[in-house]
């Protein structure tokens, strides 16, 4: 959660970079393919604490002052590179005006709705919207089950207040799974010490009525795991975690096949697609793949002030010194040629996949799409004309349930999608006090909630809903991968940090009701800067965490 945790650059500019570059540039491609009788048959999931911010007054205030910048920016940078005699930046200052007007009469046409603008589509049977983890936690290592239900109640009630109807299916964060076994904590002063059951994750999800899940190829095929966010960031610190486990051996298992997964002794089970690292590579991999094309603009290398982009990638160099000035009309030449190959690529995989019906799952983070890669959601439309050319058939992973019907159960092992298949990037020396802090905020939490059971007073529910609201931002799996990936380490420690400190000064106040003692002053107007600043989840209900692990 980005707004009301200042602008930039590690605030709010954040979510209106992606607003204008991603998620409006999306909804105006599959408007114009809508348009032309073309269902796009996208899958999107939209995260509950996205939703929640992407629907708030606050944010549309940081989308209105972000646009009078980019608007300033472009003329500002018009004059000075009219000074400086370059005419190819010049244009391009025209093209960004025209970009930015134009994502802004959009935004202005659905009323500033864009979670209520993707359900209207879901409605005509465009798209399907799926969750995710209310906060992404990375869910194999939290500590309790209370919070992994509470990370999985809140996103099922929050997808429904927006968007009318429960969710089918859920994107896990960082395609993390655990299996049902003996779990003892990581990290910790409980490392080693403290062993328990714990159900799989795909029983957590059917307590839900969560039906199915992405995992990574490796998990079925015991193929080599691939870690494509490589491509857009730094060199990472030194990782220390147990290798990945390994797929047991016997039948062939196919990434082209959705499976019922269950864990053995589990109760509850849920079906899992593959995402195909034929196709993830072409998409994913700057160095490989297609939004590494010389051509296309260079994500990286801004203009300030302003932070406009007019440089494309030129060359396979880190210098951003050498590259050269952008051109809009030779990138989208080269975009309908890749969505052509992509197609043949589609076609071919499943032609290979052998007997029997199929499926490709080309699972993308959405912010690839146009904030990354900017000329992804042309790259998107392209596909999807090439497709209905064709008559390659496309469909939500909803409706491939029923064209491709899940038969077989099995077991799954442990992974992700992160590097080295496993918990590595999220669990390492660089990370563990983060999970310090989220272990023994969790201990505390459910201790809170089975006397909030037994008094239930208004004031006292008021103060441990704010608490858990800081749970859950503190279990937010983006503090970690920042960190290990060195992107943005210290906001995220200062995020972790805070959260912690927040959550501790409510547990506080909470143990004052509990003994009859009456807020102060002080802190009543901490709690209200908290609601203000932490506003996500206004129905959240600590106690969902609770009667989900009764159940």
């Given at each position: 959660?980005?707004?009301n ?18 998620y ?30 992407l ?53 202005r ?12 589509l ?6 399907e ?5 209310a ?11 209370e ?8 996103a ?6 927006h ?51 992405v ?6 095929s ?37 499976y ?10 849920a079906?899992?697609?593959?995402r ?17 094309d ?12 302003g932070?406009?982009?007019f440089?494309r990638?030129t ?47 080309s ?48 077991s ?13 990037v999220w ?97 009543e ?5 908290l ?21």
């Amino acid at each position: 959660m980005v707004v009301n945790h200042g602008r930039w650059p590690h605030g709010s500019d954040w979510l209106c970079e992606a607003a204008f570059e991603c998620y409006l540039p999306l909804l105006e491609t599959a408007h114009r393919l809508v348009a032309d009788g073309i269902s796009p048959k996208w899958t999107i999931n939209l995260s509950p604490v996205l939703t929640e911010q992407l629907a708030s007054p606050e944010f549309q205030k940081e989308l209105s002052f972000y646009h009078d910048n980019v608007r300033r920016a472009c003329a500002e940078s018009r004059e000075h590179f009219t000074k400086a005699g370059e005419k190819e930046i010049v244009r391009l200052t025209h093209f960004w005006e025209e970009f930015f007007e134009r994502m802004w009469e959009m935004h202005r046409r659905i009323g500033g709705d864009i979670p209520g603008t993707f359900a209207d589509l879901q409605r005509a049977g465009h798209v399907e919207i799926i969750t995710c983890a209310a906060t992404h936690g990375y869910l194999p290592l939290l500590a309790r089950d209370e919070s992994i239900h509470l990370q999985l109640r809140t996103a099922v009630e929050t997808h429904k207040r927006h968007f009318g109807r429960s969710p089918r299916g859920i994107w896990l964060p960082e395609c993390a799974y655990r299996p049902r076994y003996e779990w003892t904590a990581p990290t910790g002063p409980d490392s080693g010490r403290e062993r328990r059951i714990r159900p799989g994750i795909e029983e957590m999800l059917a307590t839900h009525g969560l039906e199915y899940f992405v995992a990574d190829a490796h998990l079925v095929s015991a193929s080599q795991p691939l870690f494509l966010y490589r491509d857009f960031l730094p060199a990472r610190k030194e990782a220390k975690s147990e290798p990945a486990p390994t797929m047991p051996t016997g039948q062939a298992r196919s990434p082209y096949l959705p499976y019922r997964v269950a864990s053995r002794g589990g109760t509850g089970q849920a079906v899992a697609f593959f995402r195909d690292p034929k196709t993830t590579v072409q998409v994913w991999s700057r160095e490989h793949g297609y939004p590494g094309d010389y051509a296309f603009l260079e994500f990286h290398k801004k203009h300030f002030p302003g932070g406009l982009r007019f440089w494309r990638i030129t060359d396979s160099q880190g210098d951003l010194g050498t590259k050269a000035v952008y051109d809009p009309d030779v990138a989208a030449q080269k975009v309908g040629l890749q969505a052509v190959h992509f197609v043949d690529l589609v076609v071919d995989t499943l032609a290979r996949a052998g007997k029997g019906p199929s499926l490709v799952c080309s699972p993308y983070d959405a912010e690839l799409f146009g904030h990354w890669w900017f000329e992804g959601p042309l790259w998107l439309e392209h596909i999807a004309r090439e497709m209905e050319r064709r008559d390659v058939s496309r469909m939500t992973l909803g409706e491939s349930l029923e064209a491709v019907p899940a038969r077989t159960t099995l077991s799954l092992p442990e992974g992700s999608w992160g590097e080295g298949g496993d918990h590595r990037v999220w669990l390492n020396r660089g990370t563990e006090w983060t999970w310090d802090r989220v272990y023994s905020a969790e201990a505390e939490w459910v201790g809170h909630l089975a006397r909030l059971v037994a008094d239930g007073r208004p004031e006292l529910h008021r103060v441990l809903t704010q608490a858990t609201r800081e749970l859950l931002l503190l279990q937010s799996s983006d503090w970690q991968f920042l960190i290990t990936t060195g992107t943005a380490s210290d906001y995220a420690e200062r995020r972790v940090a805070e959260h912690y400190a927040e959550f501790k000064r409510l547990c506080e106040m909470a143990r004052l009701l509990e003994n009859g003692t009456a807020l102060s002053p002080d802190a009543e107007h901490t709690l209200r800067r908290l609601e203000r600043e932490d506003f996500c989840f206004p129905d959240l209900d600590p106690a969902w965490g609770l009667a989900a692990a009764a159940s």
